[in-house]
């Protein structure tokens, strides 16, 4: 099944249903970018998305920990945007 993006202000184009056959999903398109200082020359590359809580979980409300986000391209900090 496929899954279909949206735009950022667009309304939700899927389906929730009783049961995930009478659903369809779909899913937001990113709008951030990661840009790093210098080009990534050819070749393999470690790339990763490092996360550190800055608070705690409000589960009561259904909210998990608030915190930042960290992209992080051969062991350097990338800017994410």
């Known amino acids: 099944m496929p899954i279909e993006?949206?735009?950022?202000?667009?309304?939700?184009p899927g389906v929730i249903g009783r049961t995930t056959d009478e659903s369809?999903?779909?899913?937001?398109?990113?709008?951030?970018?990661?840009?790093?200082?210098?080009?990534?020359?050819?070749?393999?590359?470690?790339?990763?998305?490092?996360?550190e809580p800055t608070g705690k979980p409000d589960i009561a409300h259904g909210k998990g920990a608030p915190g930042r986000a960290h992209p992080v391209a051969q062991r350097g900090l990338a800017d994410g945007r």
């Open 5 to 12: 993006e949206y735009g950022p202000g667009t309304a939700f």
């Open 24 to 51: 369809s999903p779909a899913w937001p398109r990113a709008i951030y970018h990661v840009y790093a200082p210098d080009p990534l020359p050819a070749g393999r590359h470690e790339l990763r998305f490092e996360f």
